[in-house]
T-cell receptor
Framework: QKEVEQDPGPLSVPEGAIVSLNCTYS??????FMWYRQYSRKGPELLMY????GNKEDGRFTAQVDKSSKYISLFIRDSQPSDSATYLC???????????????FGQGTILTVHP | NAGVTQTPKFRILKIGQSMTLQCAQD?????MYWYRQDPGMGLKLIYY???????DKGEVPNGYNVSRSTTEDFPLRLELAAPSQTSVYFC????????????FGPGTRLTVT
């Protein structure tokens, strides 16, 4: 079993749709949960970050973490063609300390928002 | 700031050749990482460094070597290239302490034939 599982898609939605992206994980030590966005032929960029369980909202983006179910989600409201990218979930046991901030990534979900 | 820079952008190697992928950052970050990204496989950690002179293996280190003589530079060396090393390589850095964000370079696309 992979430590982090993410449906690779691809996912194609019309402009304005609500998008739901998900990851499951098996390592209960993970405490820091991130979503990175990667445009074609570019490096990943941090989009959202959540510590432990709960929700976090930033504009059209909402990140949710359910540690009891080992499940994290990213919701995109009113999706735009500019949201077309690969979305990678990433997790860390701790931000510093002995894990040295090492991240474990999901496989990435390819999202296309068409006008 | 230029952030994290990587050279070259593209490279084609023949089986058995060697090369060095360059990575530099100008943010004075102590932590640096090398990842490879294969289609549909996410990013796998190859090596990481927590400061000049200190490096350690990640998840997939076989076939690679690193060195860290300065805070700014973290080159990745491929010895005896194999087709299995065809991938996109990303370098990343982050600051010390309770910081979660890694800053990524633009990547190097490597093909081994």
């Amino acid at each position: 079993q992979k430590e982090v599982e993410q449906d690779p898609g691809p996912l194609s939605v019309p402009e304005g749709a609500i998008v739901s992206l998900n990851c499951t994980y098996s390592n209960s030590a993970f405490q820091y949960f991130m979503w990175y966005r990667q445009y074609s032929r570019k490096g990943p960029e941090l989009l959202m970050y959540t510590y432990s369980s709960g929700n976090k909202e930033d504009g059209r983006f909402t990140a949710q973490v359910d540690k009891s179910s080992k499940y994290i989600s990213l919701f995109i409201r009113d999706s735009q063609p500019s949201d077309s990218a690969t979305y990678l979930c990433a997790m860390s046991a701790n931000a510093g300390g002995t894990s040295y901030g090492k991240l474990t990534f999901g496989q990435g979900t390819i999202l296309t928002v068409h006008p | 700031n230029a952030g994290v820079t990587q050279t070259p952008k593209f490279r084609i190697l023949k089986i058995g050749q060697s090369m060095t992928l360059q990575c530099a950052q100008d943010m004075n970050h102590n932590y640096m990482y090398w990842y490879r990204q294969d289609p549909g496989m996410g990013l796998k950690l190859i090596y990481y460094s927590v400061g000049a002179g200190i490096t350690d293996k990640g998840e997939v280190p076989n076939g690679y070597n690193v060195s860290r003589s300065t805070t700014e530079d973290f080159p990745l060396r491929l010895e005896l290239a194999a087709p299995s090393q065809t991938s996109v390589y990303f370098c990343a850095s982050r600051r010390t302490g309770v910081s979660y964000e890694q800053y990524f370079g633009p990547g190097t696309r490597l093909t081994v034939t």
